[in-house]
Each structure stands twice: as structure tokens, then as C-alpha cells.
């Protein structure tokens, strides 16, 4: 994988705002924040996206990333937040370097600002889901 932004971070060759840091993981402030405290939590692993993440790197990342998350919120004195983690260029991955954003929600919106969620759902097909349901076990086994 070549390298990113977050591998010259991770490297300290670009500065950033710290907020956590162990063997694995990273986490710091994003410099484009949607909210006050919008923080990335990256492994130290060069992979880009999650399905290419070691199983250890994601397992760091599982432990610490409710820590990080309470703390933000804590902080920031957000009401809710969300956890993004976008895989691929369609998913409106830029940086190619696995993240998760941790994204703090307050209950003013911060006007001007934020992640904006649209959820447009469609009708399942019970047939369709259920061929592909097994198509995904398969996969997985
Ligand atoms: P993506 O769209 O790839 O999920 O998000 C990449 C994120 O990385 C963006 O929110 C962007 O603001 C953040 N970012 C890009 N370059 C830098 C940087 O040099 N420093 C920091 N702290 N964040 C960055």
C-alpha cells in the first residue's frame, strides 16, 4: 500500500492533535472537523480499508475505540454521536488509510456544520435476501 497522509502522522512527520496512542493505534483530532472533537482513530497498520485490517490491529481498535469514544463525548459535553468508517472511493473514502470517525452530536446541531445522514431505505425481498444471506455464510466459512 502507498503511502497516506496518516502513515507520515503516525510516522510524527506532520504534527497532529494527539488524543490517544498505543503499539497499534492512533487517534487524533481531525483537522476538517464536522463537530468540536471530531477525532480518527487509525491503526498504526498500513492497510486501507478494514476488510484488507489484520484481525490484531482491528482487535486494538475494538478495545479502544469505546474508551476514546466516552471520552470525547465526556469533553465535549456532546449528546450522541456516530462512528463512520467509510471503505473505498464510493463510499466517500479519501484518505486510504483505514479510520473510524468519532463524530460528537450536539443537541444545537452546531449550525453550518456536521454530518449530514441521508437513509433512504428499500423494500427487502425475502427470496433475494435469503439466497444471499447463504451466499455471504459461504463466503465466511
Ligand atoms: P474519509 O473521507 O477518508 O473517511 O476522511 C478522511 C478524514 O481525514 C477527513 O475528515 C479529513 O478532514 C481528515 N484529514 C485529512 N488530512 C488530515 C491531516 O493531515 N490531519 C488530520 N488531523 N486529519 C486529516
Redesign the pocket.
Known amino acids: 500500500m502507498s503511502d497516506t ?2 502513515t507520515k ?1 503516525i510516522a510524527g512527520e ?1 504534527p ?2 494527539r488524543v490517544y496512542e498505543d503499539e497499534l493505534v492512533l487517534a ?7 463537530a468540536t472533537g ?1 477525532t ?1 482513530v487509525i491503526p498504526k497498520e498500513a492497510a486501507k480499508t478494514l476488510d484488507e485490517l489484520s484481525g490484531e490491529s482491528a482487535a486494538a481498535i475494538g478495545r479502544v475505540l469505546p474508551g476514546i469514544s466516552r471520552a470525547v463525548m465526556h469533553a465535549t459535553g456532546a449528546s450522541s454521536y456516530n462512528i ?3 471503505n473505498g472511493a464510493d463510499a ?5 488509510h483505514v ?1 473510524f ?1 468519532v463524530i460528537p452530536r450536539f443537541k444545537d446541531k452546531q449550525a453550518g456544520a456536521g454530518l449530514g445522514i441521508i437513509w433512504k431505505t428499500q423494500e427487502i425481498n425475502h427470496d433475494d435476501a435469503s439466497e444471499l444471506a447463504k451466499k455471504i455464510r459461504d463466503q465466511l466459512s
Not at 487524533?28 to 464536522?34: S, T
Not at 466517500?92 to 486510504?96: F, G, K
Open positions: 497522509i496518516f502522522i506532520i497532529c492533535h487524533f483530532l481531525d483537522i476538517g472537523p464536522l471530531h480518527l463512520l468508517q467509510n466517500h473514502q479519501e484518505v486510504m479510520h470517525h
